[in-house]
Antibody, heavy 127, light 107 residues
């Protein structure tokens, strides 16, 4: 069965860095892209971007460029989110979420969107 | 960016009720619309993709419809485990955007 297991909660001081891991199992890691989604306390879901697990090419949403880096270690089926120069407003739960496969209809194929989520990693930034 | 507007933002319903949540996109997104369920303190769960197709393992009491700009999620007979917050999401174009959520509470 597909599982995405994320690393544990982090407490960091402003200006520090954090690296969140997302270990995948139950499927071929490089066959499905990985998304990252942020949820600030008491707020909704915010898409941060995605990484092509086959090529390693990342795409970042506006607002998540510069301090945010998506990376991979395909040898251990793991995706990473690194955030540098942490600020209090980075306090949130961060989710990895697998981009599902494709379905075909009428001669064309389309993505199924996000199908599986990690359990989330709470990053707290506080002095 | 495409704005996704859900209504209502919250609702109260009883066990057994039929519940409908609406999601409107600020521009046409074809059927690139997904629905997610999130319970307090838990990760979201994927329910529906392509506006009306159930993700694997999702019970048939959930259904989705719509195309273009207007979409609905319907829960045919609300059960205690369905009390949660529901989000729509468009994945027609970047950046992917979510609706603000609809909290379904017990009446």
């Amino acid at each position: 069965q597909v599982q995405l297991v994320q690393s544990g909660s982090e407490l960091k001081k402003p200006g520090a860095s954090v690296k969140v891991s997302c270990k995948a199992s139950g499927y071929t890691f490089t066959s499905y892209a990985m998304n990252w989604v942020r949820q600030a306390p008491g707020q909704g879901l915010e898409w941060m971007g995605w990484i092509n697990t086959n090529t390693g090419n990342p795409t970042y949403a506006q607002g998540f460029t510069g301090r945010f880096v998506f990376s991979l270690d395909t040898s251990v089926s793991t995706a990473y989110l690194q955030i540098s120069s942490l600020k209090a407003e980075d306090t949130a739960v961060y989710y990895c979420a697998r981009e599902g496969g494709e379905y075909c209809s009428g001669g064309s194929c389309y993505t199924k969107g996000i199908d599986y989520w990690g359990q989330g990693t709470l990053v707290t930034v506080s002095s | 960016d495409i704005q996704m507007t859900q209504s209502p933002s919250s609702l109260s319903a009883s066990v057994g009720d039929r519940v409908t949540i609406t999601c409107r996109a600020s521009q046409g997104i074809s059927n690139y619309l997904a629905w997610f369920q999130q319970k307090p303190g838990k990760a979201p769960k994927s329910l529906i993709y392509a506006a009306s197709s159930l993700q694997s393992g999702v019970p048939s009491k959930f259904s989705g419809s719509g195309s273009g700009t207007d979409f609905t999620l319907t829960i045919s007979s609300l059960q205690p485990e369905d009390f949660a917050t529901y989000y729509c999401q468009q994945y027609n174009s970047y950046p992917i955007t979510f609706g603000g959520g609809t909290k379904v509470e017990i009446k």
